[in-house]
């Protein structure tokens, strides 16, 4: 654990990622640490799970919320037990989305402006399931990523990589009956970031889900088969568990990748179990939504 | 209304997918136009919900995002659409925030009634920020029918210290007031849905699981 004139540093410094291009000329507000020092602490947590796996303990399924390699989770994760609750009334229906609320072309990020967006394009596709296997169907799944070369369309993305005037990497999709969804993208750059020094992080597509429940609402990333910065990025390896782990990696998928078009990627989401006794007309919200 | 056949259960629940950080740069992807407006504000039965986000330090954290998930005034569950491109008069329910520079957070929605004869009116609540691995969830309940307060479930099974952070303040222009702190003295009550319960998310300390 760093000391905390570290944390706040951090805290303050990581809203922009690392500007400094070259090596060996780091800024003056450069994390302390190096990739040397958070590995070593990754391994650290990693050896000591496997002990636990070891013994009694059941593998973790989730991100650990207090991990200290990902300097920002250190103020920001809870001290205490989530306190457990049976959802009610309210907890148990998800907001309904409908294609009023997006457009069929969101779903294709290559054709938001003019031109075509640079880089390798992506076909990134898969189903929405519930706990139970069911089909997650008429709801809302968003994602957003950064361009080619590793930058986003946010202020605070200063890292000194081309914007894209063709590429703001943001789509939308209502899923489909049997809970699938498809975007058309290109596949996002790596990009570094302020954790510590010469932090990079793997290229990932964040994706935003609803389910049929409340409590089954979730954001998350997708991550790229065989990405060298799996063991090296503190927020990948928050999940502690490689069966985890390898729940947010796609798959390259032959029959998916288009002919003279684009490489393809499947990547299923399980949300999770379903408590209500859940009716088909439910699956697209109001009736009258739907043409 | 058809009952949906059942589709054949799988014979192990599917584990769920692992969640992740919204990071720093959901701000160009997430928020929309409207998406704190529950309905127009100054509409008749409008209300102003707001607060601040803080961290363990004490400070306030400048990018998180809120999302709010409530009945209607007559504690009605809407199943409406159009939260993403609002029309001004359809009250869905749902509404996303952004926090601002300072953390400060506001929608504008109206009183949820209480959803059963009896029951205490609240309002869930999913959090992200950046730094936060995994959304947390919690409720603001309203601060008026202390009876019903005192027979809710949740709140009951909180002590006294505790179930204050789940209870919004009414401030003089008859909205509501709730700060949410992700850590400290007076961290907020955050909720665990999960079936067994087993896994203790929040710390990751495999010394409090229950193995079984």
């Known amino acids: 654990m760093p000391q905390d004139q570290t944390v706040q540093q951090l805290e303050s ?23 040397a020092d958070l590995s070593a602490e990754i391994g650290a947590l990693s050896a000591a799970y496997a002990r636990a796996l070891a013994g ?19 103020l920001r994760h809870p001290t205490k037990s989530l306190h457990h609750a049976d959802p009610e009334t309210i907890e148990l229906y998800s907001p309904a989305f409908g294609h009023q609320d997006v457009h069929a072309l969101e779903a294709d990020l290559t054709i938001q402006h003019n031109g075509e967006p640079v880089g390798e394009r992506i076909i990134v596709a898969g189903k929405v399931l519930d706990g139970d296997g069911r089909p997650v169907a008429g ?11 590793g930058r986003y369309i946010h202020k605070r993305d200063q890292h000194p990589a081309p914007l894209d005037p063709n ?10 009956p049997d809970g ?71 798959r390259y998928d032959h029959e998916l990748t288009g002919p003279e078009w684009a490489l393809g990627y499947t990547w299923d989401i399980i949300l999770s179990g379903s408590r209500r006794t859940w009716t088909e007309n439910e699956a697209f919200g109001d009736a009258g939504d739907e043409e | 209304m058809s009952t949906l056949t059942p589709t054949p259960l799988t014979p192990t629940p599917l584990t769920p997918t692992p969640g ?3 990071g720093p740069f959901y701000g160009y992807a997430l928020p929309f136009s409207k998406d704190n407006e529950l309905l127009a504000p100054g509409s008749p039965g409008s209300i102003r919900l707001q607060g601040t986000v803080y961290d363990g330090a004490g400070h306030a954290i ?36 952004a926090v601002g520079n300072t953390g400060v957070y506001t929608f504008t929605t109206v009183n949820p009634g209480p959803t059963k004869p ?45 179930r204050r952070t789940l209870i919004a303040r009414r401030d003089p222009d008859g909205g509501l007031s709730w700060d949410i702190r992700l850590q400290g003295g007076d961290e907020t009550v955050f909720l665990d849905f999960q079936q067994d319960g087993s896994l203790d998310l929040a710390t990751g300390d495999l010394a409090t699981e229950n193995p079984a």
Request: hydrophobic share 40%; aromatic share 12%.
């Open chain 1, 167 to 176: 590429f703001t990497g943001v789509g939308r999709c209502i899923t489909g």
């Open chain 2, 62 to 97: 400048p990018d998180a995002i809120l999302e709010i998930w409530q009945p209607d005034a007559g504690g009605n569950i809407v199943r409406r659409t159009g939260s993403l491109v609002r029309d001004g008069y359809t009250f869905t329910g749902w509404g996303r925030a």
């Open chain 1, 56 to 74: 009694v303990a059941a593998p973790e399924t989730q991100p650990r919320l207090d991990y200290a390699p990902y300097r920002s989770s250190i």
């Open chain 1, 180 to 250: 699938s969804y498809r975007f058309t993208t290109i596949k996002p750059g790596a990009y570094p970031w302020k954790n510590h020094l010469n932090a990079w992080r793997p290229a990932h597509i964040h994706f935003s889900m609803f389910g049929t429940e409340f409590t089954q609402r979730i954001v998350t990333q997708m991550y790229f088969p065989g990405d060298q910065l799996f063991p090296l990025d503190p927020i990948y390896q928050s999940i502690v568990d490689q069966d985890a782990r390898d729940r947010l990696v796609a």
């Open chain 2, 20 to 22: 992740q950080t919204v």
């Open chain 2, 118 to 162: 009896g029951g205490a009116a609240f309002i869930s609540v999913a959090v992200f920020a950046r730094g936060l691995m995994n959304r947390l969830f919690t409720r603001i309940y309203l601060p008026e029918n202390e009876e019903a307060l005192a027979n809710d479930p949740l709140l009951s099974s909180l002590d006294p210290e505790r």
């Open chain 1, 139 to 149: 709801q809302l799944v968003e994602i957003w990523q950064a361009n080619a070369a």
């Open chain 1, 13 to 35: 410094d990581e809203l922009v990622p690392a500007a400094e291009p070259h090596a060996g000329h780091a800024s003056s507000d450069a994390a302390a640490h190096t990739q």
